[in-house]
């Protein structure tokens, strides 16, 4: 059942990745991550309230209800909100300014780092086939490093490039503390409070950095912006669910997701004509031949 929840997120992730560039098209970066926060925060606090005021009704439904936990709890909450807004300011920014289909594939290589943390932390062990998919996704970072010098991107110079792999450091570190939260937590609990403190946050940061300077940097409204939310809230309930299964593996559910990359890849060919397409289909298919060996390798 977890690794069908871990494919559903895959696919939902691919559109948040096509929504979230198309939104920061010629935009500002902190207001569109304060509405996506806004938005997320809108979605969740209606079952927030609604454990808070009829939990003996909320609670045959768990799948949706909200627990009543302490500071002891939520300050765990607050840690995993630090660290994932941290992965997206970093993200956003390198989305901005990349081409998709090189953002795209470097996020897929995050599950690497996953592994290495669930060997060392969780004392997961991999099989002949997990560790061939592994070993086929960092090969594919290797060579995109290569397809991007074609687009005039030094992947060892260029602060954008950098930013990507500062997110993915951060999201890899939010997937294993996600992995240790669901052991004990309820992953409606995390979700919901995890984006209502993303939202405080975000307006500190947005106060302090952006505001003096909105003139220069000015924000537009667009459609997609909500679309972020929508499926990105969606990706996230089926992932936690995934990781809440006893025996679901957390190296394997971080890996299966970057199968995202298939969804904004098609759409940057498609819809935002990026470049160099050939080469970095390559790339991309090193990816999901991984994905193939991760999977038969977890059934």
Same mark, same amino acid.
């Given at each position: ?44 606090? +209606? ?7 009829? +939990? ?5 439904? +768990? ?13 765990? #909450? ?22 998709i289909t090189i953002v795209g594939p470097i996020n897929a290589t995050r599950p690497v780092m996953v592994l290495l943390g ?13 560790? #061939? ?16 010098k074609k687009e005039g991107i030094d992947f060892r110079h260029n602060r954008w490039i950098f930013c990507v792999v500062l ?27 995890y984006n209502l403190y993303q939202l405080g946050l975000m307006g500190i940061i947005l106060t302090v950095l952006w505001w +003096? ?87």
């Amino acid at each position: 059942m977890w690794l069908t929840l871990a494919f559903t997120s895959a696919a939902l992730l691919g559109f948040y990745d096509v929504f979230k560039k198309e939104a920061l098209r010629d935009n500002a970066v902190l207001p569109v991550l304060l509405l996506n926060t806004l938005f997320s925060s809108l979605i969740f606090l +209606p079952f927030i309230l609604l454990s808070a005021w009829m +939990p003996e009704r909320m609670a045959e439904h +768990p799948a949706l209800y909200v627990p009543t936990v302490g500071w002891e709890v939520h300050r765990f #909450i607050l840690l995993k909100s630090v660290i994932v807004l941290s992965s997206w300011i970093f993200g956003y920014f390198g989305m901005k300014n990349l081409p998709i289909t090189i953002v795209g594939p470097i996020n897929a290589t995050r599950p690497v780092m996953v592994l290495l943390g669930a060997l060392l932390i969780f004392g997961e062990r991999l099989n002949l086939y997990q560790w #061939i998919g592994v070993v086929l996704a960092a090969v594919s970072f290797l060579m995109l490093s290569r397809s991007g010098k074609k687009e005039g991107i030094d992947f060892r110079h260029n602060r954008w490039i950098f930013c990507v792999v500062l997110a993915a450091v951060l999201g890899a570190i939010s997937g294993l503390y996600d992995k240790y939260l669901m052991k004990s937590l309820n992953p409606m609990l995390v979700q919901s409070w995890y984006n209502l403190y993303q939202l405080g946050l975000m307006g500190i940061i947005l106060t302090v950095l952006w505001w +003096p300077r909105r003139r220069t940097s000015p924000f537009h409204w667009k459609w997609s912006i909500p679309l972020i939310s929508i499926f990105l809230g969606a990706a996230d309930f089926v992932y936690f669910y995934a990781l809440s299964e006893p025996d679901s593996m957390i190296s394997i559910v971080s890996m299966i997701r970057r199968g995202s990359v298939v969804v904004s890849f098609t759409f940057g060919a498609l819809l935002f004509r990026e470049k160099n397409l050939r080469s970095k289909a390559v790339d991309l298919l090193l990816v999901l031949i991984g994905m193939v060996f991760l999977y038969l390798g977890s059934k």
